[in-house]
């Protein structure tokens, strides 16, 4: 082990943050938080941490923990490191993310997900348990990143305070063990330590973090950064996997050695091109045979940790490496030897569906912010080339950066999140991005309604379940109703429609006949929602891509949003065992009420019954709804209904209609509701 950590040594020293190291080090020491600015590669997560646990700031033998947005980057980072140090993971160095903790009392540097570090703060406010914590990838601005930003400034001014105060005591108070390796073991309290915060990006927009601190310093560590050349395509692609595919080809065929990474937006797309390129391999290789072999590694979140692994192995002297990753290897991670970049473009982010009020994993295009990023590892090594399978007017017309996440996903999601993590007044939180009063109002207003605050505004048992679903709290409401009606298999189901039913139900105007004629067999009588559930029960009869995208073609399906609903699907039902909320199985079948009953639970405020002029009047507001002409409801004329999103065009339209008998539906949130509920 120490031999191997002997080995990795001139490697770490000949990084550029290693050249920085005094003047970080000074940086960190006089000052309670500084920002460090590097490009991806320069050592920044693997050594700046390791700097600090062989300093004494802010004491002797400090303890520190270093947060990353994503799990596969904790953990790779720490066995990283751990094999620099020469220690055993999970001894000196280690890493806990949720369901795994390889950490010990003899931790002393930790890579944490913000999440994870969110939930320590609940059992330890003040994060005693460490004297520095690094926020690393914070230009991402993921919502837990951005909270725990908030959380720290109030953290360090109270570490301030206590440990003044535990100065002015004199240090007879303690009993003189401070910064002793053993204290943790022993379970004696530690010493108060004032908190350093360090605060690391990779782009540049650094001037941010350092107002949101106080005007925290920035230092720059300048890198190698070789000259990489951007190729366009003339013509927009509309298929990425075959544009990757055939790039692949043409730099084995004309350029130099090295590797290529290709960013693709998810693991759909990876595996889809692992195949594909596995069965091109052989031609390629019989027409390119000088040119050497290819070898194929893919690197997504959810593959398991020892098939990751592999793409971190340097390719061998008669071998071209293609890497085919997420934006996992945007910034979070480095594989070495990569000369070649191809930049689909597109990304999965979490994004609040506007209509439906749905987080849900939408692929879009990335930011040129992201794009330069990407195009950056092709530079690390020595000159590279990055191939964009877009055109230059696409990437003038894409966002300069990415939104921070806050802003992306719903806001009583946001709060429900801050409630969770212990932060009771959420008008003043140090938000780097603060929402408006009135918004922030109206997101308690419908947490009180969802049941998930209750007196004082507090979380109540029920909203801490629902912060644990990565849905709006709304079908997180849904969600956890239909478990005690019994029917979570169906409303998870249709959760997942309900992420891509704007996609799925293909409507133009040419086809609209035929279309709803084909669809015509999927109705049912208690309106939209089952109607979806019917679509997707009639999908998975089906054997086989070919038959099931036919199919999709006859009955005006897109096949792709199809494919996205089972993929949130999956991640909904493995979450739902994880948190062990019950058998995500249990189905009624066919009875439409409690997949109804359950809607109600979260969309009581969508609720409106028909008044004698047939008009529809929502229950609360009073608002006139006009059920829209798309519904399978709108000739019934029910009594009452239900509905998942109201659209404001020529008429105040509700959308995704269910019929509900009037006597069950809520006159007021949230307190008569819940009673009602008891009845249903
Ligand atoms: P930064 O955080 O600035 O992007 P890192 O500290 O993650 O940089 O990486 C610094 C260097 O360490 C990389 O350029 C790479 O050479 C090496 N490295 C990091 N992680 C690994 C790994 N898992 N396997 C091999 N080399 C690695
Ligand atoms: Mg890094």
Redesign the pocket.
Known sequence: RLAEAQRLKP??EA?P?YAGREAILRGIRENDTVVVL??????????IPQFLIRSDIPRASPRVVCTQPRRVAAI??A??VAAETGCVLGTTVGYTVRFDDRSSPKTRLKYATDGTLLAEMLSDRDLDAYDVVVL?EAHERSLRTDMLMGFLKDIQKRRKAKFAEFKAKGKQVANGNAGDDDDAQTKQPREPSELKIVV?S?TIDAKRFSEFFDSAPVLYVSGRQHKVTIKYVDEPQDDYVDASIKTIVQIHQHYPPGSILVFLPGQDEIEGMVASLRAYLPDIEKNLAKKGQITIAPLFAKLPAAEQAKA?VPAGPNERKVIIATNIAE????I?GVRFVIDSGMAKEKRYHAGTGIDSLATEPISQSSAKQRAGRAG?ESDGWCFRLYTETAYQHMEKRSQPEIQRVSLSFALLHLKAAGQEDVYNFSYMDAPSVTSIQGALHRLHGLGALGEKSRITPLGRQMAQLPLDPIFSRVLLEAFRQGCPREVIDLVSLLGVKDQLIINTSATREQANEARQKFTHRSGDHLFLINILRAYEELDGTDEKKAWCKDNYISYKAMQLALDSRKQLRERAERLDLGDWEDTLNDEPEPIIASLVAGLFANAATKQPDDSYRNMMTKQVVTIHPSSTVFSKKPLGIIYDELALTTKTYARGVSIVDPRLLPRQAPGVFNALRKQL
């Open positions: 490697q770490r990084l943050v590097a490009e991806t590669g320069s050592g920044k997560t693997t050594q790779s980072l066995q990283r690393d690391m990779a971190f910034t979070s991670v480095t070495p690390r």
